[in-house]
């Protein structure tokens, strides 16, 4: 097309030419940005629609991912912890910080199960970490459509983990969910690759670990499997 163009436009000489050759180029260039601005905005579509969904557990075979903005960093020495035992108001609130960052239907409520709980107060901030197991309680309706469907085959008590939580509690405040528990032992942060407990990570601190004396993962929840055993 464009040597026909410059066959139409013979007579115009060396100059012409040159500026119908900046004009086809000039309306080539225009064309691209259009092509990639709507996959760009495809993209940031797909990517929005991502973040409605539902928080996953972290298993070994999934492994984790390292977020380029970390929450604030808690104090994480091997030691500076106490074991602390909670109440049941305790075990309320934190059924509900699980209700609530799990998303299941009001429908359904959740227990902390009888034996499960490991929990521990880091001295220097205040702050109480929990990890621990729920179940679905008897009068769970966990479908809408079926209220027969067993909850235990529904998400998230389906997945591996599913169960679990990591909780926190600044001195007297309210206790919210940070993420599920890895799978199948707790993780300390790797400081070799940025991890630190906090909101969005399955990440306890080493001191709360220790504080209740519990296996847990040596290397960080990139390997689970690799154990430090008390």
């Not at 060396?14 to 500026?19: A, D, E, S």
């Not at 972290?58 to 970390?70: D, F, P």
């Not at 074991?83 to 934190?94: P, R, Y």
């Not at 942060?189 to 670990?209: D, F, H």
């Amino acid at each position: 097309m464009l040597q026909s163009a410059l066959m139409r436009h013979a007579p115009l000489g060396r100059v012409g030419t040159v500026l119908l050759l900046a004009v086809v180029a000039a309306s080539c260039s225009s064309q691209g940005p259009s092509t990639r601005l709507g996959t760009s905005g495809t993209t940031g579509a797909t990517s929005a629609s991502s973040s409605d969904q539902s928080p996953v557990p972290t298993t070994a075979s999934s492994g984790t991912t390292t977020s380029s903005v970390s929450p604030p960093a808690v104090p994480n020495p091997p030691s500076g912890a106490t074991a602390t035992t909670l109440s049941s108001s305790d075990m309320t609130d934190i059924a509900s910080a699980f209700e609530s960052f799990a998303r299941i239907p009001p429908s359904c409520q959740v227990a902390v199960v009888s034996g499960s709980v490991k929990a521990a107060t880091v001295l220097a901030t205040s702050t109480t970490w929990a990890f621990l197991r729920v179940a679905p309680t008897s009068t769970c309706r966990i479908s809408a459509v079926d209220p027969t469907a067993d909850p235990k085959t529904a998400y998230p008590f389906a997945l591996p983990g599913g169960d679990t939580g990591i909780f926190q509690r600044v001195a007297s405040g309210a206790w919210s969910m940070n993420y599920f528990e890895t799978v199948p032992f707790p993780c300390p942060p790797n400081t070799a690759l940025g991890e630190s407990p906090g909101p969005g990570s399955p990440i306890v601190p080493l001191s709360v670990l220790n504080a209740v004396r519990t296996s847990y993962a040596s290397s960080g929840c990139q390997d689970p499997y690799a154990i430090h055993e008390h």
